[in-house]
């Protein structure tokens, strides 16, 4: 099952510019994560925020939370091209252990 | 090893056969995962293992799979009668207790299977 759904489904912009994603989600959940996978590759983490945060910092990276609204996004401030990859987000279902992932959105940023 | 480890990291199969995959997790990790990923698609969730126990078997596409852990450690996912709609990477995950307590999955770098 899919939980999370993101958009755009892909995404292109130039170095140095911002790039936004977007995450619903369906059921109540503890935390929600965003990971990255360059082509190919396992997944990496980024960032958790927990449902009681509504927004979280780390380097270039910003993520918001609101569970009102069952949505997520996530910033990354001054692209580079190595930001290029897929970013998934991922939460916990109903509060279990089970880790549902988004469909992903695929980012390119060209030099 | 210093991360999630799965082998092989490629395998090529005939439509029919069985297949194998195995993950050694990172150590003292308890909590371990398996997804499956279609090309250029999201993760599938598989199934997951708290120590030996496999609390929830619900995202198994069908009854030619499954999958064991033994010692709190080593798991594998095994695929009967291979299909060509099996084909894509299978990745495995590990965290040190389980998504409610510390969140992260560390992930290998996947198995991918192709089914001719």
């Known amino acids: 099952s899919q939980q999370g759904e993101e958009d755009p489904q892909a995404l292109s912009i130039q170095e140095g510019e911002n790039a936004t994603m977007n995450c619903s989600y369906k059921?109540?959940?503890?935390?929600l994560q965003w990971y990255r996978q360059n082509s190919g590759r396992g997944l990496v983490h980024l960032i958790l925020?927990?449902?009681?945060?509504r927004e979280k910092h780390s380097g270039r990276l910003r993520v918001t939370l609101d569970t009102s609204k069952k949505s997520s996004s996530l910033l990354i401030t001054a692209s580079r091209a190595a930001d290029t990859a897929s970013y998934f987000c991922?939460?916990?279902?109903?509060?279990?252990?089970?880790?549902?992932f988004g469909t992903g959105t695929r980012l390119q940023v060209f030099p | 090893g210093a991360g999630v480890s799965q082998s092989p990291s490629n395998k090529v199969t005939e439509k029919g056969k069985d297949v194998e995959l195995r993950c050694d997790p990172i150590?003292?990790?308890?909590?371990l995962y398996w997804y499956r990923q279609s090309l250029g698609q999201g993760l599938e969730f598989l199934i997951y293992?708290?120590?030996?126990?496999?609390?929830?078997k619900s995202g198994l596409p069908s009854d030619r799979f499954s999958a064991e852990r033994t010692g709190g450690s080593v798991s594998t996912l095994t695929i009967q009668r291979t299909q060509q709609e099996d084909s894509a990477v299978y990745l495995c995950?590990?965290?040190?207790?389980?998504?409610?307590?510390?969140?992260?999955?560390?992930f290998g770098e996947g198995s991918r299977l192709t089914v001719l």
């Open positions: 995950a590990s965290s040190p207790q389980g998504i409610p307590n510390t969140g992260e999955l560390f």
């Open positions: 059921t109540s959940i503890n935390n």
């Open positions: 925020i927990r449902s009681n945060e």
């Open positions: 991922a939460t916990d279902e109903d509060n279990t252990d089970k880790l549902i």
């Open positions: 150590s003292g990790h308890t909590a």
């Open positions: 293992f708290q120590g030996n126990s496999a609390p929830d």
